[in-house]
């Protein structure tokens, strides 16, 4: 598993691997760039399937970011301020990881129990 982490990120990859790569597997890490809130920008990258916003400084989650994100599957929020996660984490199909420790979240959404993917929180 942390093989294929590595591997995702590209931390080994050939300039040729890397290429091929973004084809067929979208990662972002945008960790430890001290965010206080999602970027904007993200629900323009409809396809991202691996994303990384660790060590920010986020407190909210957008309560349309899930839909704006269906191909995701690995979700890093570790150690931000988020208080919450939108009900709406439920309608998402993909999503098979959250990782959310560090955060000040003290209950989840009922909703979260709809993922049929979702093998790890």
């Known amino acids: 598993k ?14 040729a691997e890397q290429r091929n790569a973004i084809i067929t597997t979208i990662t972002l890490d945008v960790s430890g760039k001290h965010l206080k809130e999602v970027p904007k920008t993200i629900k323009n990258f409809t396809n991202i399937e691996f ?3 660790s ?3 986020i407190k909210t989650i957008p309560d349309k970011f899930f839909q704006f994100l269906p191909q995701l599957k690995w ?5 931000n301020l988020l208080t ?5 984490i439920g309608n998402h199909r993909e999503l098979r990881t959250l990782l959310l420790q ?6 989840l959404p009922i909703e979260i129990g709809n993922i049929p993917t979702l093998q790890s929180i």
């Open 2 to 15: 942390q093989w294929y982490q590595r591997r995702v990120r590209g931390d080994d990859w050939t300039e």
């Open 51 to 53: 994303l990384y916003l």
């Open 55 to 57: 060590n920010n400084d």
């Open 75 to 79: 979700l890093d929020f570790r150690h």
């Open 84 to 88: 919450r996660i939108p009900p709406a």
């Open 102 to 107: 560090g955060n000040k979240i003290e209950i």
